[in-house]
Protein backbone atom coordinates (compact mmCIF):
# COMPACT_ATOMS: atom_id res chain seq x y z
CA UNK A 1 0.00 0.00 0.00
CA UNK A 2 1.70 3.15 -0.97
CA UNK A 3 1.69 6.44 1.30
CA UNK A 4 3.12 10.15 0.03
CA UNK A 5 4.56 10.97 2.91
CA UNK A 6 1.95 12.45 4.96
CA UNK A 7 1.37 12.25 9.02
CA UNK A 8 -0.82 9.71 10.07
CA UNK A 9 -3.74 11.93 11.17
CA UNK A 10 -3.80 13.09 7.26
CA UNK A 11 -3.58 8.96 6.68
CA UNK A 12 -6.06 8.16 8.99
CA UNK A 13 -9.01 10.43 7.26
CA UNK A 14 -7.73 10.65 3.40
CA UNK A 15 -6.34 7.06 3.58
CA UNK A 16 -7.07 4.55 0.71
CA UNK A 17 -10.12 6.95 -0.66
CA UNK A 18 -11.67 6.64 -3.67
CA UNK A 19 -13.66 9.25 -4.86
CA UNK A 20 -17.35 8.01 -5.71
CA UNK A 21 -17.65 8.57 -9.41
CA UNK A 22 -21.76 8.25 -9.83
CA UNK A 23 -22.64 10.98 -6.98
CA UNK A 24 -19.63 12.28 -5.55
CA UNK A 25 -20.26 10.88 -2.10
CA UNK A 26 -17.24 12.80 0.57
CA UNK A 27 -18.25 10.12 3.16
CA UNK A 28 -18.08 6.94 0.80
CA UNK A 29 -21.76 4.82 0.94
CA UNK A 30 -22.16 1.89 3.03
CA UNK A 31 -22.96 -1.07 0.33
CA UNK A 32 -25.15 -3.08 2.27
CA UNK A 33 -25.67 -5.77 -0.04
CA UNK A 34 -24.93 -9.45 -0.12
CA UNK A 35 -24.06 -9.42 -3.49
CA UNK A 36 -23.43 -7.91 -7.35
CA UNK A 37 -25.00 -7.86 -10.93
CA UNK A 38 -23.37 -9.32 -13.80
CA UNK A 39 -24.07 -7.59 -16.11
CA UNK A 40 -24.10 -10.56 -18.35
CA UNK A 41 -23.08 -14.19 -18.94
CA UNK A 42 -19.35 -13.36 -19.97
CA UNK A 43 -19.32 -10.77 -16.79
CA UNK A 44 -20.38 -13.99 -14.33
CA UNK A 45 -17.85 -16.08 -15.80
CA UNK A 46 -14.67 -13.47 -15.93
CA UNK A 47 -15.75 -11.93 -12.36
CA UNK A 48 -15.52 -16.27 -11.15
CA UNK A 49 -12.00 -16.91 -13.00
CA UNK A 50 -10.77 -13.77 -11.60
CA UNK A 51 -10.07 -12.35 -14.86
CA UNK A 52 -12.68 -9.35 -14.11
CA UNK A 53 -12.06 -8.26 -10.51
CA UNK A 54 -15.31 -6.87 -10.31
CA UNK A 55 -17.60 -7.52 -6.83
CA UNK A 56 -19.43 -10.73 -6.74
CA UNK A 57 -20.69 -11.60 -3.05
CA UNK A 58 -20.07 -9.95 0.02
CA UNK A 59 -18.49 -12.57 1.54
CA UNK A 60 -15.82 -13.02 -0.87
CA UNK A 61 -15.28 -8.77 -1.11
CA UNK A 62 -17.50 -5.60 -0.06
CA UNK A 63 -16.71 -2.10 -1.67
CA UNK A 64 -17.01 -1.27 1.77
CA UNK A 65 -15.36 -3.40 3.11
CA UNK A 66 -12.10 -3.25 0.71
CA UNK A 67 -12.72 0.92 1.45
CA UNK A 68 -11.43 0.15 5.19
CA UNK A 69 -8.93 -3.11 4.39
CA UNK A 70 -7.22 0.14 2.25
CA UNK A 71 -6.93 2.39 5.14
CA UNK A 72 -5.52 0.05 7.60
CA UNK A 73 -2.82 -1.82 5.81
CA UNK A 74 -1.63 2.19 4.90
CA UNK A 75 -1.51 2.84 8.21
CA UNK A 76 0.09 -0.40 9.59
CA UNK A 77 2.48 0.08 6.41
CA UNK A 78 1.33 -3.69 5.04
CA UNK A 79 1.16 -4.48 1.78
CA UNK A 80 -2.36 -5.49 2.38
CA UNK A 81 -4.88 -6.40 4.78
CA UNK A 82 -8.52 -8.51 5.39
CA UNK A 83 -11.36 -7.19 7.37
CA UNK A 84 -13.11 -9.92 9.64
CA UNK A 85 -15.83 -9.69 11.92
CA UNK A 86 -14.16 -9.53 14.93
CA UNK A 87 -10.24 -9.48 16.09
CA UNK A 88 -10.71 -13.61 17.11
CA UNK A 89 -11.59 -13.82 13.55
CA UNK A 90 -8.65 -11.94 12.80
CA UNK A 91 -6.51 -14.52 14.96
CA UNK A 92 -8.37 -17.79 13.55
CA UNK A 93 -7.84 -16.42 9.73
CA UNK A 94 -3.81 -15.82 10.33
CA UNK A 95 -3.22 -19.01 11.89
CA UNK A 96 -5.57 -21.19 9.90
CA UNK A 97 -3.53 -19.25 6.43
CA UNK A 98 -0.19 -20.48 8.35
CA UNK A 99 -0.95 -23.88 10.15
CA UNK A 100 -1.93 -27.35 9.41
CA UNK A 101 -2.18 -30.50 11.50
CA UNK A 102 1.20 -31.28 13.05
CA UNK A 103 2.40 -28.05 12.79
CA UNK A 104 3.26 -26.04 15.74
CA UNK A 105 3.33 -22.24 17.46
CA UNK A 106 5.55 -20.76 19.98
CA UNK A 107 3.41 -17.76 21.41
CA UNK A 108 4.39 -15.66 24.49
CA UNK A 109 2.86 -16.06 27.64
CA UNK A 110 1.50 -13.18 28.24
CA UNK A 111 -1.62 -13.07 25.25
CA UNK A 112 -5.22 -12.69 25.34
CA UNK A 113 -7.32 -15.15 27.23
CA UNK A 114 -9.16 -15.91 24.09
CA UNK A 115 -6.37 -16.32 21.67
CA UNK A 116 -4.85 -18.82 24.93
CA UNK A 117 -7.95 -21.03 24.13
CA UNK A 118 -8.00 -20.62 20.54
CA UNK A 119 -4.40 -22.18 20.33
CA UNK A 120 -4.81 -24.77 22.96
CA UNK A 121 -8.63 -26.06 22.38
CA UNK A 122 -9.39 -25.39 18.58
CA UNK A 123 -5.98 -25.24 17.13
CA UNK A 124 -5.08 -28.09 19.53
CA UNK A 125 -7.98 -30.33 18.96
CA UNK A 126 -6.71 -30.11 15.04
CA UNK A 127 -3.41 -31.44 16.08
CA UNK A 128 -1.61 -28.45 16.13
CA UNK A 129 0.59 -27.61 19.23
CA UNK A 130 1.99 -24.76 20.98
CA UNK A 131 4.78 -24.09 23.76
CA UNK A 132 4.56 -20.32 25.57
CA UNK A 133 7.48 -18.48 26.13
CA UNK A 134 6.94 -17.46 29.99
CA UNK A 135 9.07 -13.79 29.91
CA UNK A 136 8.91 -12.92 26.60
CA UNK A 137 12.23 -10.76 26.89
CA UNK A 138 13.83 -13.84 27.13
CA UNK A 139 15.00 -14.54 23.12
CA UNK A 140 17.05 -17.56 24.15
CA UNK A 141 13.72 -18.79 25.14
CA UNK A 142 12.10 -18.13 22.01
CA UNK A 143 14.87 -19.87 20.15
CA UNK A 144 14.87 -23.16 22.17
CA UNK A 145 11.11 -23.64 21.84
CA UNK A 146 12.07 -24.03 18.18
CA UNK A 147 10.97 -27.45 16.69
CA UNK A 148 11.55 -28.47 13.02
CA UNK A 149 7.28 -28.39 12.80
CA UNK A 150 7.34 -24.70 14.20
CA UNK A 151 5.49 -22.66 11.90
CA UNK A 152 4.61 -19.27 13.66
CA UNK A 153 5.69 -16.96 16.34
CA UNK A 154 2.56 -15.04 18.12
CA UNK A 155 3.00 -12.55 20.60
CA UNK A 156 0.95 -9.09 21.46
CA UNK A 157 2.89 -5.61 21.14
CA UNK A 158 0.73 -4.30 24.52
CA UNK A 159 -0.41 -7.20 26.59
CA UNK A 160 -2.87 -7.01 28.88
CA UNK A 161 -3.62 -6.78 32.05
CA UNK A 162 0.34 -6.17 32.38
CA UNK A 163 0.95 -3.68 29.84
CA UNK A 164 4.44 -6.10 29.52
CA UNK A 165 5.75 -4.88 26.30
CA UNK A 166 7.17 -6.72 23.81
CA UNK A 167 10.94 -6.62 21.96
CA UNK A 168 9.12 -6.81 18.54
CA UNK A 169 12.82 -6.94 16.72
CA UNK A 170 14.55 -9.23 18.86
CA UNK A 171 11.23 -11.79 18.36
CA UNK A 172 11.33 -10.99 15.08
CA UNK A 173 14.67 -11.27 14.23
CA UNK A 174 14.55 -14.85 16.57
CA UNK A 175 11.96 -16.32 14.31
CA UNK A 176 13.23 -14.92 11.11
CA UNK A 177 16.34 -16.85 12.02
CA UNK A 178 14.08 -20.23 12.61
CA UNK A 179 12.77 -19.54 9.22
CA UNK A 180 8.93 -18.80 10.53
CA UNK A 181 6.97 -15.67 10.42
CA UNK A 182 6.43 -13.39 13.38
CA UNK A 183 2.62 -12.80 13.75
CA UNK A 184 1.99 -9.82 16.33
CA UNK A 185 -1.65 -8.72 17.72
CA UNK A 186 -1.22 -4.82 17.57
CA UNK A 187 -4.73 -4.43 19.04
CA UNK A 188 -3.88 -2.36 22.05
CA UNK A 189 -1.24 -0.18 20.77
CA UNK A 190 -2.63 0.44 17.40
CA UNK A 191 -0.55 1.87 14.84
CA UNK A 192 -0.19 4.93 16.01
CA UNK A 193 1.87 4.30 18.92
CA UNK A 194 3.90 1.30 16.83
CA UNK A 195 4.05 -0.29 13.63
CA UNK A 196 5.36 -3.92 14.09
CA UNK A 197 5.68 -4.39 10.31
CA UNK A 198 8.75 -1.21 10.75
CA UNK A 199 10.26 -3.64 13.22
CA UNK A 200 10.23 -6.85 11.21
CA UNK A 201 6.72 -8.08 11.85
CA UNK A 202 5.39 -10.63 8.87
CA UNK A 203 1.59 -10.53 9.98
CA UNK A 204 -0.78 -8.18 12.03
CA UNK A 205 -3.94 -8.60 13.74
CA UNK A 206 -6.35 -6.20 15.28
CA UNK A 207 -9.27 -6.96 17.60
CA UNK A 208 -10.96 -3.63 15.48
CA UNK A 209 -13.31 -3.63 18.26
CA UNK A 210 -11.27 -1.85 20.26
CA UNK A 211 -8.64 1.10 20.00
CA UNK A 212 -9.68 1.44 15.77
CA UNK A 213 -13.27 1.44 16.78
CA UNK A 214 -12.97 3.68 19.88
CA UNK A 215 -16.92 3.75 20.41
CA UNK A 216 -17.83 0.40 21.19
CA UNK A 217 -20.57 0.41 18.81
CA UNK A 218 -19.44 -2.70 16.80
CA UNK A 219 -16.93 -5.34 17.10
CA UNK A 220 -14.55 -5.85 13.64
CA UNK A 221 -10.84 -7.40 13.27
CA UNK A 222 -7.94 -6.96 10.57
CA UNK A 223 -5.70 -9.27 9.44
CA UNK A 224 -2.26 -7.22 7.71
CA UNK A 225 0.15 -8.82 5.65
CA UNK A 226 3.30 -7.09 5.60
CA UNK A 227 4.31 -8.80 2.33
CA UNK A 228 7.38 -9.30 2.79
CA UNK A 229 8.24 -13.22 4.31
CA UNK A 230 9.72 -15.33 1.47
CA UNK A 231 7.34 -17.90 1.23
CA UNK A 232 9.80 -19.98 -1.82
CA UNK A 233 12.82 -19.78 0.38
CA UNK A 234 11.85 -23.10 2.21
CA UNK A 235 8.90 -24.58 -0.43
CA UNK A 236 8.28 -28.02 1.61
CA UNK A 237 7.57 -25.61 4.54
CA UNK A 238 4.82 -23.95 2.82
CA UNK A 239 3.06 -26.56 0.70
CA UNK A 240 -0.19 -24.90 0.62
CA UNK A 241 1.38 -21.59 -1.07
CA UNK A 242 4.04 -23.80 -3.56
CA UNK A 243 2.45 -27.10 -4.63
CA UNK A 244 0.22 -26.05 -8.25
CA UNK A 245 -3.10 -25.79 -8.10
CA UNK A 246 -5.77 -27.15 -10.77
CA UNK A 247 -7.72 -23.71 -9.80
CA UNK A 248 -4.61 -21.32 -10.70
CA UNK A 249 -4.09 -23.24 -14.15
CA UNK A 250 -1.57 -25.62 -12.17
CA UNK A 251 0.48 -23.04 -10.95
CA UNK A 252 1.22 -22.15 -7.24
CA UNK A 253 0.05 -19.30 -5.13
CA UNK A 254 3.78 -18.18 -4.67
CA UNK A 255 3.57 -18.79 -8.47
CA UNK A 256 1.04 -16.70 -9.06
CA UNK A 257 1.41 -13.94 -6.58
CA UNK A 258 4.79 -13.94 -5.12
CA UNK A 259 4.88 -12.16 -1.90
CA UNK A 260 1.43 -11.76 -2.00
CA UNK A 261 1.14 -15.51 -1.78
CA UNK A 262 -0.10 -16.04 1.40
CA UNK A 263 -2.34 -13.06 1.76
CA UNK A 264 -4.40 -14.05 -1.27
CA UNK A 265 -4.54 -17.86 0.23
CA UNK A 266 -5.53 -16.03 3.63
CA UNK A 267 -8.54 -14.80 1.67
CA UNK A 268 -9.52 -16.22 -0.92
CA UNK A 269 -8.99 -20.17 1.04
CA UNK A 270 -9.69 -19.26 4.54
CA UNK A 271 -11.68 -16.04 5.22
CA UNK A 272 -13.99 -16.91 2.17
CA UNK A 273 -14.40 -20.30 2.81
CA UNK A 274 -14.56 -20.14 6.66
CA UNK A 275 -17.06 -16.82 6.34
CA UNK A 276 -16.32 -14.55 9.52
CA UNK A 277 -17.40 -11.79 7.27
CA UNK A 278 -18.33 -8.16 8.58
CA UNK A 279 -21.48 -6.21 8.31
CA UNK A 280 -20.28 -3.19 5.47
CA UNK A 281 -22.46 -1.24 7.99
CA UNK A 282 -19.73 -2.53 10.84
CA UNK A 283 -16.94 -1.76 8.57
CA UNK A 284 -18.27 2.19 7.97
CA UNK A 285 -18.70 2.68 12.28
CA UNK A 286 -15.02 1.33 12.31
CA UNK A 287 -13.85 3.44 9.19
CA UNK A 288 -15.70 6.75 11.08
CA UNK A 289 -13.80 5.42 14.64
CA UNK A 290 -10.27 4.95 12.42
CA UNK A 291 -10.77 9.02 11.35
CA UNK A 292 -10.23 10.12 14.99
CA UNK A 293 -7.57 7.25 16.07
CA UNK A 294 -4.39 9.60 16.81
CA UNK A 295 -6.51 12.15 18.55
CA UNK A 296 -8.44 9.85 21.28
CA UNK A 297 -5.39 7.48 21.26
CA UNK A 298 -2.75 10.49 22.58
CA UNK A 299 -5.66 11.79 25.09
CA UNK A 300 -6.12 7.94 26.03
CA UNK A 301 -2.39 7.83 26.60
CA UNK A 302 -1.96 10.40 28.58
CA UNK A 303 -5.19 9.71 30.76
CA UNK A 304 -3.44 7.14 31.10
CA UNK A 305 -0.16 7.39 32.76
CA UNK A 306 -1.76 10.30 34.54
CA UNK A 307 -3.97 7.74 36.36
CA UNK A 308 -0.77 5.05 36.66
CA UNK A 309 0.74 8.29 38.52
CA UNK A 310 -2.07 8.90 40.93
CA UNK A 311 -2.38 5.40 41.87
CA UNK A 312 1.48 4.90 41.94
CA UNK A 313 1.41 7.18 45.40
CA UNK A 314 -1.68 5.72 46.85
CA UNK A 315 -0.39 3.39 50.12
CA UNK A 316 -3.17 1.08 49.64
CA UNK A 317 -1.78 0.40 46.03
CA UNK A 318 1.22 -2.52 45.90
CA UNK A 319 2.05 -2.19 42.39
CA UNK A 320 1.20 -0.76 39.27
CA UNK A 321 1.83 -2.33 36.37
CA UNK A 322 2.16 -0.03 33.21
CA UNK A 323 5.45 0.64 31.28
CA UNK A 324 5.35 4.31 30.59
CA UNK A 325 6.17 4.70 34.65
CA UNK A 326 10.19 4.61 35.02
CA UNK A 327 10.03 2.20 37.81
CA UNK A 328 8.40 -0.46 35.27
CA UNK A 329 10.44 -2.96 34.05
CA UNK A 330 9.61 -2.90 30.92
CA UNK A 331 9.87 0.87 30.77
CA UNK A 332 12.91 0.73 28.08
CA UNK A 333 10.79 -0.85 25.83
CA UNK A 334 8.34 1.28 26.36
CA UNK A 335 10.87 4.02 25.00
CA UNK A 336 12.62 2.12 22.18
CA UNK A 337 8.76 1.30 21.07
CA UNK A 338 5.88 3.50 21.85
CA UNK A 339 7.33 6.83 22.37
CA UNK A 340 3.82 8.29 22.06
CA UNK A 341 2.95 6.09 24.94
CA UNK A 342 2.49 2.67 26.38
CA UNK A 343 -1.35 2.76 25.58
CA UNK A 344 -3.84 2.93 28.37
CA UNK A 345 -4.88 -0.42 29.14
CA UNK A 346 -3.03 -1.52 32.38
CA UNK A 347 -3.21 -2.98 36.25
CA UNK A 348 -2.43 -2.12 39.53
CA UNK A 349 -2.82 -4.42 42.77
CA UNK A 350 -4.76 -3.57 45.75
CA UNK A 351 -2.62 -4.61 49.06
CA UNK A 352 -6.74 -5.92 50.74
CA UNK A 353 -6.76 -7.87 47.71
CA UNK A 354 -10.03 -9.77 45.98
CA UNK A 355 -11.91 -7.92 49.16
CA UNK A 356 -10.71 -4.38 48.35
CA UNK A 357 -10.69 -5.17 44.50
CA UNK A 358 -14.69 -5.62 45.32
CA UNK A 359 -15.42 -2.74 47.09
CA UNK A 360 -13.32 -0.50 44.52
CA UNK A 361 -14.81 -1.95 41.36
CA UNK A 362 -18.10 -1.70 43.07
CA UNK A 363 -17.66 1.79 44.28
CA UNK A 364 -16.56 3.55 41.09
CA UNK A 365 -19.26 5.35 39.12
CA UNK A 366 -17.53 7.14 35.89
CA UNK A 367 -15.61 3.40 35.28
CA UNK A 368 -17.85 1.26 33.57
CA UNK A 369 -17.31 -2.78 34.81
CA UNK A 370 -17.01 -4.09 31.48
CA UNK A 371 -15.05 -6.84 29.41
CA UNK A 372 -14.07 -4.32 26.93
CA UNK A 373 -10.81 -2.69 26.09
CA UNK A 374 -9.83 0.67 24.19
CA UNK A 375 -13.73 2.58 24.41
CA UNK A 376 -13.93 6.39 24.88
CA UNK A 377 -14.88 5.68 27.99
CA UNK A 378 -13.03 4.65 30.78
CA UNK A 379 -13.35 0.56 31.82
CA UNK A 380 -12.20 -1.52 34.34
CA UNK A 381 -12.82 -5.41 35.97
CA UNK A 382 -11.59 -7.86 37.92
CA UNK A 383 -9.14 -10.28 35.99
CA UNK A 384 -8.60 -13.20 39.06
CA UNK A 385 -12.39 -13.63 38.78
CA UNK A 386 -13.40 -12.68 35.28
CA UNK A 387 -11.00 -12.99 31.95
CA UNK A 388 -8.49 -15.50 33.78
CA UNK A 389 -11.08 -17.04 36.52
CA UNK A 390 -10.53 -20.64 34.40
CA UNK A 391 -6.65 -20.13 35.40
CA UNK A 392 -5.40 -21.95 38.45
CA UNK A 393 -4.22 -20.24 41.43
CA UNK A 394 -0.69 -20.79 40.61
CA UNK A 395 -1.05 -19.67 36.99
CA UNK A 396 -2.63 -16.61 38.05
CA UNK A 397 0.17 -16.17 40.54
CA UNK A 398 2.92 -16.71 37.82
CA UNK A 399 1.45 -14.47 35.53
CA UNK A 400 1.48 -11.53 38.68
CA UNK A 401 -2.17 -11.86 38.56
CA UNK A 402 -2.75 -11.58 42.18
CA UNK A 403 -6.58 -11.49 44.12
CA UNK A 404 -6.36 -7.76 44.30
CA UNK A 405 -5.25 -6.80 40.77
CA UNK A 406 -7.35 -4.60 38.99
CA UNK A 407 -7.49 -3.66 35.12
CA UNK A 408 -8.33 -0.43 33.86
CA UNK A 409 -9.36 0.73 29.96
CA UNK A 410 -8.47 4.31 30.55
CA UNK A 411 -10.93 6.56 28.32
CA UNK A 412 -11.00 10.07 27.28
CA UNK A 413 -12.86 11.54 29.61
CA UNK A 414 -11.30 14.87 31.52
CA UNK A 415 -8.73 13.39 33.94
CA UNK A 416 -9.77 14.99 37.05
CA UNK A 417 -13.30 13.72 36.95
CA UNK A 418 -11.43 10.40 36.46
CA UNK A 419 -9.13 10.64 39.37
CA UNK A 420 -12.33 11.99 41.78
CA UNK A 421 -13.55 8.48 40.41
CA UNK A 422 -10.53 6.51 41.43
CA UNK A 423 -10.78 8.16 45.06
CA UNK A 424 -13.95 7.45 45.48
CA UNK A 425 -12.92 3.81 44.93
CA UNK A 426 -10.44 3.93 47.37
CA UNK A 427 -12.68 5.06 49.78
CA UNK A 428 -14.35 2.28 49.44
CA UNK A 429 -11.47 0.06 50.06
CA UNK A 430 -10.78 2.05 53.33
CA UNK A 431 -13.85 1.53 54.74
CA UNK A 432 -13.74 -2.33 53.48
CA UNK A 433 -10.60 -3.56 54.07
CA UNK A 434 -9.34 -0.42 56.54
CA UNK A 435 -6.04 1.29 55.80
CA UNK A 436 -4.23 -1.77 54.95
CA UNK A 437 -0.42 -1.17 55.64
CA UNK A 438 -0.43 -0.77 51.66
CA UNK A 439 3.00 0.71 51.61
CA UNK A 440 4.72 -2.16 53.51
CA UNK A 441 3.15 -4.42 51.31
CA UNK A 442 4.40 -2.29 48.55
CA UNK A 443 7.82 -2.53 49.96
CA UNK A 444 7.69 -6.05 50.15
CA UNK A 445 6.77 -6.88 46.75
CA UNK A 446 9.03 -4.38 45.42
CA UNK A 447 11.79 -6.21 47.33
CA UNK A 448 10.27 -9.45 45.96
CA UNK A 449 10.33 -7.97 42.43
CA UNK A 450 13.73 -7.14 42.69
CA UNK A 451 15.01 -10.63 43.36
CA UNK A 452 12.43 -11.73 41.29
CA UNK A 453 14.78 -9.84 38.45
CA UNK A 454 17.94 -11.44 39.94
CA UNK A 455 16.67 -14.17 39.75
C1 LIG B 1 -5.48 -8.33 22.35
C2 LIG B 1 -6.78 -8.90 21.88
N1 LIG B 1 -6.81 -9.61 20.74
C3 LIG B 1 -7.97 -10.14 20.27
C4 LIG B 1 -9.16 -9.97 20.95
C5 LIG B 1 -10.41 -10.55 20.39
O1 LIG B 1 -11.14 -9.55 19.77
P1 LIG B 1 -12.72 -9.60 19.51
O2 LIG B 1 -13.38 -9.46 20.84
O3 LIG B 1 -12.95 -8.45 18.59
O4 LIG B 1 -13.00 -10.92 18.88
C6 LIG B 1 -9.18 -9.23 22.11
C7 LIG B 1 -10.48 -9.06 22.81
O5 LIG B 1 -10.66 -8.73 23.88
C8 LIG B 1 -7.96 -8.67 22.60
O6 LIG B 1 -7.93 -7.96 23.73
Redesign the pocket.
Known amino acids: MSHDGHGFSTEQVHGGFRPDADHGARVPAVHMTSGFLFEDFDQARDRFAGTDDGYTYTRLGNPTNADVERRIALLERGAEAILVA ?4 A ?1 TVAFLGLLQTGDHVVSAQSI ?1 E ?2 RGLLLQNLGRLGIEVDFVADARDLDAWAAAVRPNTKAFFA ?1 TIP ?1 PKNDVLDITGVAATAHRAGVPLVV ?1 N ?2 ATPYLVRPVEHGADVVVH ?4 FLSGHGSG ?3 VVVDAGTFDWSAAPERWTHLTTPEHALGGRSYVDVHGPRAWVVYARDVIASRIGPTPSPFNAFLLRQGIETLSLRVERHCANALAVATWLDQQPEVTSVDHAGLASSPYHDLAQRYLPRGAGSVFAFTLAGGEPAARAFIDAVELFSRMTH ?1 GDVRSLVLHPATTTHAGRTPAERAAQGIDDGLVRLSVGIEDVADLLRDLERGFAAVRRAVGSTAGREARGASATDRAATQVA
Open positions: SGQAVYGTENDTLSASKLGGL
